[in-house]
């Protein structure tokens, strides 16, 4: 059996690990977002992608990041503009 000391150290590692797991899980979701926001401005999303995404993926987030991924789209061709003109 392990000792009071050991064991502490065993719940002690459980926890941390169980603490890294929404980070991980926050960043995973992001970067799910983003790609299916990206595939959407292409129009490269099969339907069974997108019914799982809508599944899985919350409105807010993916309308966050459809405004900022059409912010960054509308400025690189304001400024391609501007360097071609200029």
């Known amino acids: 059996m392990p000792q009071s000391g050991e064991a502490d150290a065993i719940d002690m590692a459980k926890v941390a690990i169980d603490m890294e797991e929404p980070s991980a899980q926050a960043k995973h979701g992001l970067l799910k977002t983003v790609f299916a926001v990206a595939a959407s401005f292409f129009g490269v999303r099969g339907s069974k ?38």
């Open 49 to 86: 992608e997108h019914e799982a995404d809508m599944a899985q993926l919350k409105p807010l987030h993916v309308i966050a990041v459809g405004l900022v991924m059409a912010a960054i789209f509308v400025l690189s061709l304001v400024l391609l503009v501007r360097m071609v003109v200029a």
